[in-house]
Nanobody, 115 residues
Framework: QVQLVESGGGLVQPGGSLGLSCVAS????????MAWYRQAPGKQRELVAT???????NYADAVKGRSTISRDNAKNTLVLQMNSLKPEDTAVYYC?????????WGQGTQVTVSS
């Protein structure tokens, strides 16, 4: 059974930082392209950042320069470090894994940026 389990969300003040983690099980993690998405209330799910199996990364303009996506293949773990958080970063953040025709989502972790 494939599972992607996110953690690390919470309430943070504007300007603060958070680190999100996603631990994968039931898949051979290394070849999967991984990504973080987010969905704010009343909005569509949007891409935040991606990291290929080889480690190349891409970021949405909204988070570029403030976020870092990384992966630890030995620990089947995906990480998103977010800094200088803004209220508009408030959303449920989802981990995504893709390889060939396979795609899996985590259950999401809530990030709320508010004073």
């Amino acid at each position: 059974q494939v599972q992607l389990v996110e953690s690390g969300g919470g309430l943070v003040q504007p300007g603060g930082s958070l680190g999100l983690s996603c631990v994968a099980s039931g898949i051979s993690f290394n070849p999967y392209a991984m990504a973080w998405y987010r969905q704010a209330p009343g909005k569509q799910r949007e891409l935040v950042a991606t990291i290929a199996s080889g480690g190349s990364t891409n970021y949405a303009d909204a988070v570029k320069g403030r976020s870092t996506i990384s992966r630890d293949n030995a620990k089947n773990t995906l990480v998103l470090q977010m800094n200088s958080l803004k209220p508009e970063d408030t959303a449920v953040y989802y981990c995504d894994a893709r390889f060939v025709a396979n795609q899996y989502w985590g259950q999401g972790t809530q990030v709320t940026v508010s004073s």
